[in-house]
């Protein structure tokens, strides 16, 4: 309780997280409430701070890769590719036609499994049950088939400079054949269980509620900024891997609010499995690795059989190796925005600095413009609708 | 004064030089393998090649001497490709090994690959049987190993061991048609471990206290030897807090790159459990461990009663040539000032 003038204000100060199931990771949300309304709302960020960016400076190249996998750790494979461009970038490395096909499957795949996972929380978040499991079916799907090529689920760092780190196998693409033709009527499960609900309609209409000029000025990216009705997608504005070749439709929604980033990321998953059909269906012959010596890794076959490629891995690996001077900066479309990479090197075998731009941050901060106002329950629906990941925001 | 082309750049020197030294002189990289400086040129390797202009064949810069009017080129297509198959050969039949073998990061033949299959491979896809690790054999000493199927000829240290120890144990040979050294007259070895410190790569490596980090890992602390008179500078390699190997640097006097035995072997003692780092008393027939303040105590009272019942004669002193000068220095004037004694002596025989 305050007293401003001859006022008494009822304001109450609340800790919304770090330890809350709705902040989806260790967020802070400092509240200031009268009632139910939010008047002030400050995110407190930083609880999940590793200092990914400085130990950057201290790993190598090849070493960098794992920690993009626990940026966005619910689409490693796109923090693998966006850092490999960036390296691909400043090395001058043409990726062989096979590999950058093999990426931009993984990368569709992991933007389905990623919105999968943002449409079943978020459901359980506004209070639908049952969403979140029919969506954590099909996301372990495409789990498994991340673990049948790589060995691994959430962190596979699968992609790396250069191309991939295996072949697809026969069983990888019929897991893959048989996933495609069946997930669109997945979809439209998922919406009939709640595009016309209600409950769900009434929960998010009109909250939260971001304009395109606003959306722009804010610098969000990704579904935020698609659902406010700008139609950006840096697949279509700078294409990498080839995204030039497939067709895809960039769905926008024309209000900005809860809803909107709802159908736009629904509208997404849909257009990313389109895409995945697309890109199947010839999957060109040749290596899955660029082959440049001292930068990228020689296959392994060849480590094991012949001391040339095993020098060449030893210096690699050892961090015994050059790369050209010189900053780059690259982006890519992650299932949340943009996510890009800042290097700088100096020539040696690790960055000189790595900045990371992150959507989930940028997002985050305009969080508070368009909860000013708002009701605490619709507080839950505007963090949910803009798709966090902690550790991407804190780094 | 003659006047000699290197790649274009003309170059004022004095005659009697190889074509080697002069580019390096001047700043000029010639690749090598088997040269090392202060030994006469062994001409085992040919990366050395350039081409002289009046020569059909290219010639090993590292033994040709250079004549006035000279024109070299150092670097063309063809001797680039002539060095890559030199290394080919090399690599077709060294072991899979860098994994496991104490110089890899330091190798030369690794630092060949790197240099030379920049922008393409050397011996990819050429190379039939893997070859595999093959236990080492003996060596004219325990102390080192030596690992026949790395080694890549280059005759350093048959050279090493004849013109800068004075030795001459090593021979140069073949067993079933490769190239390989047998320490042919063992009983003339003085186990300093020269030949070990020229191997460019991992085919003589320590046998004793075979290695313990990769060079990344480490770090290298210049000091004096403290064994002898003589005072070489090494090089402790330190890893986590260990010392676990000892070189030295080339350029530097007393000794330019050369140790012997003790300063190279001899550093195991440091880490040791059996060194005494707390004082003990001996009370009956065994030790117990005491604090500084009560040893102290006890020897000096122990001291003044002998000294004032038998006289300070019957007290004497033995340091270790192990102290540093000024422990010594301090240590010997206490003796005769404090206890009034010229009984002092140390080991100066380690
Ligand atoms: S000598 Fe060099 S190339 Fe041969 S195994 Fe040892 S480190 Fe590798
Ligand atoms: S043992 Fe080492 S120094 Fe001696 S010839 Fe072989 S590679 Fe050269
Ligand atoms: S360095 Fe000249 S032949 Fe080896």
């Known amino acids: 309780m305050t007293i401003e003038g001859n006022e008494i204000r009822r304001e109450m100060i609340l800790n919304m997280g770090p330890q809350h199931p709705a902040t989806h990771g260790v967020l802070r949300l400092l509240l200031h409430l009268e009632g139910e309304v939010v008047k002030k709302n400050i995110p407190i960020i930083g609880y999940l701070h590793r200092g990914v960016e400085k130990l950057g400076e201290h790993r190598t190249y090849l070493q960098n890769i794992v920690f993009t996998d626990r940026l966005d750790y619910t689409a490693s494979m796109c923090n693998n590719l966006s850092y490999a461009l960036a390296v691909e970038k400043l090395c001058g490395i043409e990726v062989p036609e096979r590999a950058r096909v093999i990426r931009v499957i993984m990368a569709e795949l992991q933007r389905i499994a990623a919105h999968l996972l943002w449409l079943g929380t978020y459901a359980l978040d506004i209070g639908a049950m049952s969403v979140f499991f029919y969506c954590f079916r099909e996301r372990e799907k495409i789990l498994d088939m991340f673990e049948m090529i790589s060995g691994q689920r959430l962190t596979p760092s699968y992609i790396c400079i250069g191309g991939v780190r295996r072949d697809i196998t026969d069983q990888f693409l019929e897991a893959l054949r048989v996933f495609c033709d069946t997930f669109n009527d997945y979809v439209r499960d998922y919406e009939n269980l709640l595009t016309k609900n209600p409950i769900w309609v009434e929960r998010l209409k009109d909250v939260a509620v971001l304009s395109a000029e606003d959306a722009i000025n804010w610098g969000t990216t990704g579904p935020v900024l698609r659902a406010s009705g700008v139609k950006f997608d840096f697949r279509r504005a700078t294409p990498y891997c080839g995204y030039e070749n497939y067709e895809f439709d960039i769905p926008i929604g024309t209000k900005g609010d809860c809803y909107d980033r709802y159908l736009v990321r629904v509208e997404e998953m849909r257009q990313s499995n389109r895409i995945l059909k697309q890109a199947m269906k010839d999957i060109p012959d040749g290596p899955i690795m660029a082959d440049v010596p001292f930068i990228t890794l020689p296959p392994k076959d060849q480590v094991m059989n012949n001391i040339e490629s095993l020098i060449k891995h030893f210096k690699i690996a050892a961090g015994l190796f050059q790369v050209p001077k010189g900053e780059v900066y690259s982006s890519i479309e992650n299932p949340k925005g943009e996510l890009g990479f800042y290097i700088v090197s100096d020539g040696s075998s690790k960055p000189y600095r790595m900045r990371i731009k992150s959507s989930c941050f940028v997002n985050l901060s305009a969080l508070p413009f368009m909860t000013q106002g708002c009701l605490v329950a619709d507080l839950i629906a505007a963090l949910g609708s803009i798709d966090i990941v902690l550790g991407e925001v804190d780094r | ?350």
């Open chain 2, 1 to 350: 004064m003659i006047t000699v082309t290197i790649d274009g750049r003309e170059i004022q020197t004095e005659p009697g030089k190889t074509i080697l030294e002069v580019a390096r002189a001047n700043g000029i990289y010639i690749p090598t393998l088997c040269f090392l400086e202060d030994l006469l040129p062994i001409g085992a390797c040919r990366l050395c090649i350039v081409e002289v202009d009046g020569y059909d064949q290219p010639q090993p810069s590292c033994v040709q001497v250079v004549t006035d009017g000279m024109n070299i080129r150092t670097t063309t297509e063809k001797l680039l490709e002539m060095r890559r198959d030199i290394l080919k050969l090399l690599l077709l039949d060294h072991p899979l090994d860098c994994p496991i073998c104490d110089k890899a990061a330091e190798c030369k033949l690794q630092d060949l690959v790197y240099e030379l299959g920049y922008d393409r491979a050397i011996a990819e896809g050429s190379v039939g049987v893997p070859m595999l690790h093959k236990p080492p054999v003996k060596w004219s000493t325990i102390g080192i190993n030596y690992f026949p199927s790395r080694c890549v000829a280059c005759q350093r240290c048959v050279h090493v061991c004849l013109e800068r120890v004075g030795c001459g144990v090593l021979e140069a040979g073949k067993e079933d048609g490769t190239p390989r050294i047998f320490p042919a007259h063992p009983e003339k070895c003085i186990a300093c471990g020269e030949c070990l410190s020229v191997c460019p790569v991992g085919a003589l490596t320590e046998a004793v206290s075979p290695l313990k980090a990769r060079p990344w890992e480490k770090t290298k602390t210049k000091t004096v030897c403290p064994y002898c008179g003589v005072g070489c500078v090494i090089e402790l390699n330190v890893a986590s807090g260990q010392v676990i190997k000892v070189t030295t640097d080339e350029a530097v006097p007393p000794n330019y790159g050369t140790l012997c035995v003790k300063g190279r072997f001899g550093f195991e003692f440091i880490n040791s459990d059996k060194r005494l780092t707390k004082p003990l008393i001996r009370q009956g027939g065994s030790f117990r461990e005491v604090s500084w303040d009560e040893a102290l105590n006890y020897v000096a009272k122990k001291l003044k009663e002998i000294k004032e019942k038998h006289g300070a004669s019957a007290i004497a002193g033995l340091c270790s040539a192990r102290c540093t000068n000024e422990d010594n220095y301090v240590f010997q004037k206490f003796m005769r000032a404090v206890i009034g004694t010229n009984n002092v002596d140390h080991c100066a025989r380690l």
